[in-house]
């Protein structure tokens, strides 16, 4: 990936604004630790009650649309998006 993830856990935290991310003062490994947990936790669906949750792969689909329409470079976009796919691979490799 080329952006840090420093950058790209930034750019997650303005597409979920809502959602508390402390991470001052971390290093890139623990940036990316903290990026891909943030991740799997969406694609999860677990800030969502148990009965209205949604499939990984519904909850991908959305955040697909919401990192290509939001206000980022096409670099960060990119890079978000690989850091989607990484997880949900991770996700699906797991669950078999």
Not at 31 to 37: D, N, P, R
């Amino acid at each position: 990936m080329d952006q840090p993830f420093s950058a790209l856990l930034d750019a997650y935290r303005r597409l979920w604004p809502n959602r508390s991310l402390t991470s001052e003062s971390l290093n890139e490994q623990e940036s990316k630790s903290l990026l891909y947990e943030m991740i799997i936790q969406e694609l999860r669906d677990e800030w969502t009650h148990p009965r209205v949750r949604q499939t990984p792969e519904v909850k991908f689909y959305y955040a697909m649309k919401r990192v290509s329409s939001a206000d980022l470079p096409n670099d960060m976009k990119i890079a978000l998006i690989q850091a989607y796919l990484t997880a949900m691979e991770q996700l699906q490799a797991n669950h078999t």
